[in-house]
């Protein structure tokens, strides 16, 4: 007996399995936002001021994000250049960007050893006044009051290389003129300041497998329990995530029992500035881009493994605007050549990447 497919019904299966795969097509290209959207997470980038006026950059950056981050604005050389002059209007150009896209904005950073004007480290050698500190986070945090969903107070306040008993930075102006102390009054003042805002500690090299990111994961676990039981009002740990894919190898069992370190000191945590340096990866571009893409599939599915994590950012959105090409800041980072890091999801012409497609499987196919 054989069975003839009428015309229509081969017509109907013919139309259904064409939708089909339309609609696997159009999943597979769901956006970064609407995915973390969906799993009550947040995901997005850090941006420049001065990547505003590239639109078509921008509009990636509204397609895949639904949280921001200021990756200089906020800083004390850039929002408070003089004693008694601040500088917002670059930051609240972001700001307003995000908030007419509704997207969440994150603060960064309130108090780190870098990029402070002269005047500050001046002021301190006269004396060491925490309202120098304290002024400053008040007046930072007042200006963003109620539209902030979290800041980093304190940045890489760790560096065990430098021999401090508790691991702790010893070439900063901070801890040079307040002590350790210092972190705590940052904390204290900005509860104070903004007490709807979650409190971050962000540090570097917490991920990876190796002494000298286990001397830090140990120093920041310290100083995270100290802090706690002191009752310092800190939230969360963000953990900036700057891997490099072919300096550094990565465990996932490690990680995960680092994460878990921070879930039991009752904190949360942020993967808060992701990218993968690609430096003495190999010169074939699609083979650097599958393995980037390899490693960060493994590390997401880690750090998005759990109730305490509330998202992920990257640092910068495009190969065209990454720290890791920066001739200042990229110095460890970039090629030799001039070619520019493979590091985030998007490359210079705005197209996704095998990166994009892990984190997009990560936070989950819809
Ligand atoms: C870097 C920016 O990417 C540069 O553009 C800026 O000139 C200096 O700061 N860890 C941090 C970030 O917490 O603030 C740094 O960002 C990169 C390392």
Known sequence: MTF???RRSFISAAAASVLASVARAEVAETPLRVRADKRDLLFGCAVQQDQLHDL??????????????????LKWDDVHPEPDRYHFFDADAIAVFASQRNMKLRGHTLCWYAVNPPWVEAKLA?????RILTDHIERVMGHYRGRMHSWDVVNEALEPKEGHPEGLRKDSIWQKAFGTR????????????DPNALLFYNDYFLEMDSAEHSARRAALLRLCETLR???????????QSHLQAYRQTYNEKIF???LSDIRSLGLKYMITEYDVADIDGPADINKRDAELASLTRRFMDVALD????????TWGLSDRYSWLSDPIWGSDYRWPD?????????????KRKPMWYAIARALGSY
Not at 126 to 130: I, Q
Not at 338 to 350: E, K, M, T, V
Request: glycine share 6%; net charge negative; proline share 4%.
């Open 256 to 258: 995960a029992a680092f």
């Open 229 to 239: 039981r002191k009752n310092v009002p800190i939230d969360a740990v963000g953990i």
């Open 4 to 6: 003839l497919m009428s």
């Open 56 to 73: 078509p950059f921008m509009q990636a950056v509204a397609r895949e994000s639904n949280i921001l981050v200021h990756e200089t604005a």
């Open 182 to 193: 210092y972190i705590e009054i940052a904390f204290h003042a900005a509860r104070q300041a």
């Open 126 to 130: 006269e004396k060491a006044d925490e």
């Open 338 to 350: 001039g070619q520019l890091s493979r590091g985030l999801p998007l490359d210079w012409n705005l």
């Open 306 to 313: 759990s109730s305490s994590c509330l998202g992920v950012l």
